[in-house]
């Protein structure tokens, strides 16, 4: 179920530090640790590959924090970094990075950075009328509904077939909602078709 | 946490009180006292390792039956299955089913709520019916045919006459449909159905098809990485025999 949700690479090199931010950052419901990594070289390569949205990076691992870090990584990266420090670094400013938390970080301070870092990322689409069908797409539920195949759909609406199977795809991705029965009980209580219509 | 046969059942029960149903499919009764694991298995003559095993699947769902299980004789785990497939047509969707006709709505418009949900959930049950009873009548005798087979200097010729036409390899996995069903209705009562009068049937509906549908999880991963891999292996095993 990790669709949708943004996810985090955390570097630190102690197993206590790691598995306390990865709890914390799995805490939140909209958030999900990807990847772990124990050092420099290891994070360059996943963050390269995995493009995450944020990085939770220990001061220690990077040979001076004060240097741009994305220098570091592939070009277009639109990754959020976030410097992990102890104690003695923990008045410290690092401008080349999105946040900066602390070991000594009570939680409530620690809650409160990564919960702004997060609505900082959601994609605004995300609210009701995201979820909403198009007209397009109410068409292709009630041929559904009504008990034609793809094929016969594509013919009625002037489609192709593939693009009746991308609508079905995104009605399903939008209602969670799969199998045509499924489909048609939910076009009934919307009152895209009548009762007696269904098959 | 991961539970072994020294753990005590009590204990089991009250980690996690999900485990009821499946403690009782073994034929379990209540009134256990502090006995351990092993004990209740051997005064209810079950076999502990899978019993263990079968715990720790549904407990964790990071876990993974381990290969033990694989080697146990296959009849240990499809006659667990079987159990489970009566459990989900005689106790569960009988209980959904009965929920179902308690919703109450008083207003005009949503009348037709009740007849709408009930079709779905009637489609479901009935494709839930006719799944298991093509598993209990064709597939798990297939597998068990296999398994004594198997063990066999030399197979049936009968036997290998059927196995020149089919595999259990065709069997394999054919959940999706069910699976999608269930998350369908889960998704049409949280997030379209109208509220009904009284909403705490609703909430047990939910709750109910939670249940069941974990519980099927765990049968088809049973079935998935256990039951059909052995199976797989044995046939493959029983196929030389074929080409001679």
């Not at chain 1, 109410?138 to 009625?156: F, H, R, S, Y």
């Not at chain 2, 569960?92 to 009930?118: G, R, T, Y």
């Not at chain 2, 196995?163 to 949280?190: F, G, P, Q, V």
Request: include cysteine.
């Amino acid at each position: 179920m990790s669709m949708g949700k943004l996810s985090f690479i955390i570097a630190e090199n102690s197993y206590i530090i790691r598995t306390g931010l990865v709890r914390i950052i799995n805490s939140f419901s909209e958030a999900v640790v990807l990847k772990e990594a124990t050092e420099l070289n290891s994070l360059i390569k996943i963050v390269n590959k995995h493009k995450p949205d944020f990085v939770i990076v220990n001061a220690k691992l990077i040979a001076d924090p004060h240097d741009d870090i994305r220098t570091l990584f592939s070009d277009n990266l639109s990754t959020k970094f976030i410097i992990f420090v102890g104690s003695r670094r923990k008045n410290e400013h690092f401008v080349h990075f999105n946040e900066k938390i602390s070991v000594d970080d009570e939680k409530t301070e620690i809650i409160y950075k990564i919960q702004n870092l997060i609505i900082s990322r959601l994609p605004t689409e995300r609210s009701d009328e995201g979820n909403e069908l198009s007209e397009r797409e109410k068409d292709v539920v009630k041929q559904i509904a009504l008990g034609q195949t793809n094929k016969e759909i594509a013919e009625k609406l002037f489609i192709s077939t593939h693009t009746v199977i991308t609508h079905r795809k995104n009605i399903t991705g939008k209602l969670g909602i799969k199998t045509v029965s499924g489909l048609t009980v939910y076009a009934i209580l919307n009152n895209i078709i009548e009762i007696d219509e269904a098959v | 946490m991961l539970f072994t046969k020294t753990s005590k059942l009590a204990e089991i029960v009250h980690q996690n009180y999900l485990l009821i149903p499946i403690i009782s499919r073994f034929g379990i009764k209540f009134g256990f006292g502090d006995k351990n694991v092993e004990q209740v298995c051997k005064q209810y003559q079950i076999h502990t390792d899978f019993f263990i095993e079968i715990i720790n699947t549904f407990n964790d769902k990071e876990y993974t039956p381990s290969k033990k299980l694989r080697e146990l004789p296959l009849n240990i785990t499809v006659n667990y299955l079987l159990k489970s497939h009566k459990y989900f047509n005689q106790v569960k969707l009988p209980i959904i089913e009965n929920l179902i006709h308690q919703l109450k709505w008083e207003n005009a418009d949503n009348k037709n709520n009740k007849l709408i949900l009930d079709k779905f959930f009637n489609e479901y049950r009935n494709e839930v019916i006719e799944h298991t009873s093509n598993e209990e009548k064709e597939v798990y005798p297939f597998i068990l045919e296999i398994e004594k087979n198997f063990h066999k200097t030399r197979a049936d010729e009968q036997f290998l006459n059927v196995l020149s036409k089919k595999s259990i390899r065709k069997y394999a996995d054919t959940h999706d449909e069910l699976n999608s069903a269930l998350l369908d209705l889960k998704n049409i009562i949280i997030k379209y159905l109208p509220p009904a009068d009284n909403n705490e049937i609703t909430n047990q509906i939910l709750q109910e098809i939670f249940g069941l549908e974990k519980d099927m999880e765990d049968h088809t991963k049973l079935e998935d990485s256990v039951v059909v891999p052995a199976a797989v292996m044995m046939e493959k095993e029983l196929r030389k025999q074929l080409d001679k």
